[in-house]
């Protein structure tokens, strides 16, 4: 159910102005782009999938993504992909759609995702399929597991333009993805789920793996251990038996730090997690043949994350006395009592005014990144109770942004792939939309314009919910309460379409709002352009 039959059956082009498109069925591929609300045209044919869709059993709702502004993936629900160069879409002289690569790939799928990049100098698409398929060996749980598998298809080398598939790789996990996506370049994959996917390896991996298990599994001590204060951090390591003062050499410098012993390769080395001042550094041998360096920090009061960037090898040691500083300075966000200080103006939250619809799964979902070429994990985040609301492409290039709620707002992130440093990006808030979300108890889609204007949700038939952002008043409103002017309001429209036909498709674009029925497209004007 939650796979595909929560299905959005409506495509929003964001490569094009107000584009969208849906499959009929019959298997055609209709589009409707605006232009001007008063020239409205009739949804146009623009391709029709060659599969007779009436003679298959078990198939899936046709998918479809628009992998670049030429370029489309397309699935007909009975496990055959399509690629498909579209021409540039929206208006019929330009658009030809026409199959460049087609294929069978096993049970049926839907589209979760595609990306069109170019590599090596042959240009190439990722392609994110999503199945449920039957778990033979799973006897306790649902006798089902999810599958994400990630295919890359690229064009043939050296004037062969025939595409064909390169990479097969799946994931498995027990839990529908949230949000799952490919990064621009095709390198690395992220995904929001309550229960946690893996890559599934072929045996060939699986032998190179045991080779490396053997190596690893060995427990190795740390090779150092450190501790700080305000000002200093403490390094010690321990010495093999023959070595002497003389076989020690270190060389400190602003930023970095380089021990060797003997003419052995350097025992530690790289860039320092803050700057040093190195010329008070100091090091010493103590009587149990251990050696003592000792780094005066350059910015006092910075605690440090980790000693050199990037090395594992050594292990942080936190004095008692530093580990009730921090549980202190933390205990503002957490309180054993309900409300510790009832005297406040403001009490931190009082459980008799929870709302059953504030209370969230016990297992939060968690967003990971996996890398594309070692199928590791680099990245888990672990969002508790930031509860998964919607997610949308603000910028087609850039990978789709994802809402979560956070506390009873609905806060907007961008991933940004090639930043590690700034890897999710905040870029927008819905004020209370958190909270008013989840009394809905009907809701099915819920979207927000790419230009933050307004977010939008709607039940499963009929009604619609708009929220617009606070914006200034033309005129003096004074809050009655409180006695003080209010200076911005935030108007929430219903619309209620004439049908009773269920709502199977939402999208959100910065003047409208395009929903579809089983029967009828609808178009809201929700802000009249400037």
Known sequence: MRAFGMYNYLH?????????????????????????????????????????????????????????????????????????KSGKRGSSASEKW????????????????????????????????????????????????????????????????????????????????HYAAIEPSGDGLMIVSHKPFTFMQSESDKLE??????????????????????DDVTITVHLPQDITRDDIKIHFSPDNICVTLKDQPPLMEGKLYSSVDHESCTWIIREDKSLEISLMKKNEGCRWT???????????????????????????????????NPDKEKPPCNAQELEECDAFLEDGASLCRFDGDSLKITH???????????????????????????????????????????????????????????????????????DYSYAALCECLRRVFIYRQPTPLATVLYNRKEGRQVGQVAKQLVATLEANDPILGFQATSERLFVLTTKTLFLIKVNSGN
């Not at 709702?61 to 699935?75: D, E, K, N, Y």
């Open 12 to 84: 929003l082009d964001s490569w094009y102005q107000d584009n969208v498109y849906y499959v009929d069925q019959f298997g055609r591929v209709m589009n409707l782009s605006v232009t001007l609300d008063t020239a409205l045209q009739k949804p146009r044919e623009v391709f029709r999938l060659p599969t007779d869709l009436t003679a298959c059993d078990n198939r899936l709702c046709a998918s479809m993504h628009f992998s670049s502004s030429t370029w489309v993936t397309l699935s007909d629900g009975t496990g055959r992909l399509y690629l498909i």
């Open 209 to 230: 793996e045991n080779d490396d298990s053997k190596v690893s599994n060995e427990k190795k001590d740390p090779l150092y251990y450190w501790q700080q204060t305000e």
């Open 306 to 340: 980790e000693l050199i960037i990037g090395d594992t090898r050594g292990e942080f040691i936190m004095d008692p006395s530093q580990c009730s500083e921090i549980a202190e300075s933390l205990m503002h966000l957490t309180s054993e009592v309900m409300n510790p």
């Open 380 to 450: 888990i985040i672990n969002l508790g109770s930031n509860q998964y609301l919607f997610s949308v492409v603000v910028n087609p290039k850039e990978m789709p942004c994802f809402c979560l709620r956070h506390d009873v707002d609905a806060l907007l992130w961008q991933p940004h792939s090639d930043q590690p440093e700034n890897m999710w990006e905040h870029i927008a808030t819905f004020n209370a939309l958190g909270y008013v979300q989840a009394s809905k108890q009907d809701k099915k889609f819920m979207a927000c314009a790419p």
């Open 98 to 177: 026409e199959i460049v690569f087609n294929e069978e790939l096993g049970s049926p799928f839907i589209v979760a995702h595609s990306v069109s990049f170019v590599k090596s100098d042959a240009h190439s698409l990722a392609v994110l399929l999503l199945r449920i398929e039957k778990d033979e060996l799973d006897t306790k749980g649902s006798g089902f597991h999810v599958t994400l598998e990630w295919v890359t298809i690229a064009e043939g080398k050296e004037g062969d333009h025939r595409y064909e598939i390169i990479k097969r790789r799946v994931l498995q996990g027990k839990s529908v993805p």
